[in-house]
């Protein structure tokens, strides 16, 4: 087999130049092989990843980080592509949680997978999900929560009455969300949904998609497209 996944590393990061030809279920097994290999080089790091060399739809995307993570003891936080805005998102929502945790000095957590119809996830800390919120499911935190795919579930924010805190996604279009004790709930399709599937570009990247943020203002939850100015705010 030829050398299908080339990996480089700078600074919090990796690049994995991944060989367009070949399948794609073979290129997952030799990057599983390539991490697993390596694992002592990488240790407990978190990075962000970029891959380049081929379109990965949004599922292969999940399934190399999956493999990556499953096979070394690296925290992908973020994986960085083309699209600048969802770039800029994925760094300043990983940022936000990130300072929080250090106020609040407790420890976040990271939940990669889709969650599906009746399931729960819950934790007394912020969390980011790298995954969907499907409708049916729910998100639980005491802290924040930042869902990197789309939220069409629940989501319970700020445990104990605590309005500060916020719910941020890629794709906005709850069935519920809870902010401290103020509840925002969609009794028809979101203007925001985009349907069962994320429109795709020929790049693999999801299109269409504006990223937003609901937290408490004026005793109501509001749900604004997220700038870097909100962020700053918060």
Known sequence: MKNAVIVKSFQNGLILYLDKEIEFEELLEE??????????FFKDAAVAVSF?????????????????????????????????ETERFYARALEC?????????????????????????ETESSIIVLGDVNPGSSVISAGDIVVLGSLRGNAYA?????????????????QKIKIGDFK??????????????????????PGG?????AYVENNS?????ITNELLNAR
């Open 31 to 40: 990057a599983a092989a390539k991490f697993k290999e390596s694992e002592r």
């Open 52 to 84: 380049v060399g081929r379109s990965l739809t949004l599922e292969e995307e999940t399934r190399l980080v999956e493999a990556i993570m499953d096979n070394s003891s690296l925290n992908i936080t973020c994986i960085v592509g083309r699209d600048e």
């Open 97 to 121: 949680v990130g300072r929080k945790k250090a106020q609040e000095e407790s420890a976040g957590q990271f939940y990669r997978g889709t969650l599906r119809k009746g399931q729960i996830l």
């Open 158 to 174: 700020g445990g104990s009455g605590r309005t500060e805190h916020y719910v941020a996604a890629l794709e906005m279009a709850p």
């Open 184 to 205: 925002y709930i969609t009794n028809e399709k979101s203007k925001w949904a985009f349907g069962s599937k994320r429109e795709e570009r020929t790049d693999g990247n």
């Open 209 to 213: 998609i504006q990223p937003q943020m």
């Open 221 to 225: 939850i509001i749900l604004k497209p």
